[in-house]
């Protein structure tokens, strides 16, 4: 990704056309993803304390199936066109929790559709959560690691 | 005729004696909706794949252009197409059903007066009777190949553009001076790679402008006029962002342009309430505009002699990964009535 340095003329242009650039509503946005993200959150605590209260749940398990519930309505939001609405309205606020994971994933699956199920839905399902998974395993292996060796280093373990 | 550096003068007047305009579902709710001759109300048009709709939005702009001309495949000679989709495959499937003989064109979203360009040059010296020419592209289809699958919910910002999803195809043919009251194309300026520096592919208006400026004044410089000999500029999806900047860039350079005279097809198509961001874009978006709306309202009287500069942004999703700037380029068209 080597950048290329640009001449007086390019840099001249860049500085006329950024005065029309429409400029992110950085503000707004910050507010809209904190109340859509919010909400999503507030909701994966409602299912949480649900399988805690009426299953065998503990606040350490109800992890899994809350996630899971989300995931699966995220989905039923992508295959119903709803998800990529609420995207452009709320950003990072349904980005971030695991429901745009869900939506990543679900709408790589839609689009590959017509290639066929193992190359098409199989090889593409992936294509966006991909390097959130890797990097996801990656650095939570390097924060295990550091943790690991501090406690040895303090003689605990 | 070559005239002055990179211009073209067609003596002989090839007349649009017909066009053909489809379009999608959001295009149908446009501002232009009346202008199209077929509208779906469903992305998919009866199709199993974005990319087979893409290639049916063609075919029956290609259909319709026959029907008003009253003529049939076998009297076209040469079919002149191109969309934005890897190796241009709607395009050449559609030929493939048309069994007309091809000529596939690659030119990003200026495809449409590349097209128009080429063919108004073959029938002026009698390459042929009767050309088809048409650009196309398909949201979806496009979305796709560009950028997010289509119900990713990613936010794009104020700069993006919404991709057109239609196909607009003119009938070109020999002027025997028969026709009145219908579109003949008098001039065409091919317009050289501009590149920049911008690296922004959710905004493409701002790179696009400068082949834009620079196509129009290579233009008024090889046939010696000015903004006034036209009662229209219209550029091809340069949204509010690249309107803008072209406007400012033409103004440096000292050439005026009246605001009033000057539009974009990527403005027009769409109404202001639509969620597209900066305007419409994609390969559809002047070639449905222009053969729809803009040649409608020319019969109308509206317009005597517009200047039409499709703009088209020459990136890959590969060549915007790896780090490299948006060349772009800009072809123009003058046609009267």
């Given at each position: 990704m080597a950048k290329k340095k640009k001449t007086p003329q390019?840099?001249?242009y860049e500085q006329l056309e950024k005065q029309f650039e429409t400029k992110r509503p950085v503000v707004k946005n910050c507010?809209?993803?904190?109340?859509?993200?919010?909400?999503?959150?507030?909701?994966?605590?409602?299912?949480?304390?649900l399988y805690i209260y009426f299953f065998h749940f503990t606040e350490q398990t109800s992890g899994n199936p809350t996630s899971a519930t989300i995931i699966f309505l995220s989905m039923l939001l992508t295959g119903f066109g709803i998800y990529d609405r609420l995207g452009q309205f709320a950003g990072a606020g349904s980005a971030v929790p695991v429901s745009g994971f869900g939506n990543s994933i679900i709408s790589a699956a839609i689009e590959h559709r017509t290639e066929g199920f193992v190359l098409g839905v199989g090889g593409n399902i992936f294509k966006l959560a991909g390097s959130v998974i890797l990097f996801g395993v990656f650095s939570a292996f390097v924060v295990a690691l550091i943790k690991t060796i501090v406690l040895m280093a303090r003689g605990v373990m | 005729m070559l005239k002055g550096k990179q211009s073209w003068i067609f003596e002989n007047k090839p007349v649009i004696q017909s066009t053909g305009v489809s379009g999608g579902p959001f295009e149908g709710n446009g501002n232009l909706a009346?202008?199209?001759?077929?509208?779906?109300?469903?992305?998919w048009?009866?199709?199993?794949?974005?990319?087979?709709?893409?290639?049916?939005?063609?075919?029956?702009?290609?259909?319709?252009?026959?029907?008003?001309?009253?003529?049939?495949?076998?009297?076209?000679?040469?079919?002149?197409a191109g969309d934005l989709i890897n190796q241009i495959t709607p395009s050449s499937f559609a030929a493939r059903d048309l069994k007309i003989p091809y000529f596939g064109l690659f030119g990003a979203c200026s495809t449409s007066m590349e097209g128009l360009a080429l063919s108004s040059f073959i029938v002026n010296y009698n390459g042929a009777k009767n050309i088809l020419t048409g650009a196309s592209s398909h949201n979806a289809a496009v979305e796709k190949q560009f950028r997010y699958p289509t119900e990713y919910g990613g936010q794009k910002p104020p700069t993006a553009q919404w991709t057109v999803t239609g196909a607009g195809v003119a009938l070109l043919t020999e002027n025997d001076g028969t026709y009145r009251n219908t579109p003949y194309t008098t001039a065409a300026t091919i317009g050289k790679v501009m590149d920049m520096g911008l690296i922004d592919p959710f905004n493409m208006g701002g790179a696009m402008a400068p082949a834009a400026a620079d196509t129009i004044q290579a233009h008024f410089n090889d046939l010696g006029v000015d903004a006034s000999?036209?009662?229209?500029?219209?550029?091809?999806?340069?949204?509010?962002?690249?309107?803008?900047?072209?406007?400012?860039?033409?103004?440096?350079?000292?050439?005026?342009?009246?605001?009033?005279?000057?539009?974009?097809?990527?403005?027009?198509?769409?109404?202001s309430d639509q969620p597209v961001q900066s305007g419409g874009s994609g390969a559809g978006c002047s070639a449905t505009v222009l053969y729809g709306h803009l040649l409608n309202e020319m019969k109308k009287g509206t317009y005597k002699r517009i200047l039409v500069v499709a703009t088209g942004a020459l990136l890959s999703p590969l060549t915007v990964q790896q780090g490299e700037s948006i060349p772009c380029i800009a072809h123009a068209v003058s046609i009267e009535i």
């Open positions: 390019q840099k001249q507010i809209k993803a904190f109340f859509v993200g919010g909400i999503i959150c507030a909701l994966g605590q409602l299912f949480s304390f | 009346k202008d199209f001759d077929v509208l779906h109300e469903d992305l048009m009866g199709k199993t794949s974005y990319e087979q709709a893409h290639r049916v939005l063609l075919e029956e702009a290609a259909q319709t252009a026959l029907q008003k001309s009253g003529r049939t495949a076998e009297d076209i000679q040469f079919l002149l000999h036209y009662d229209l500029i219209v550029t091809g999806d340069l949204g509010k962002i690249g309107r803008d900047s072209v406007m400012a860039l033409l103004k440096e350079k000292g050439i005026y342009t009246d605001e009033n005279k000057f539009k974009d097809c990527g403005l027009l198509v769409y109404k």
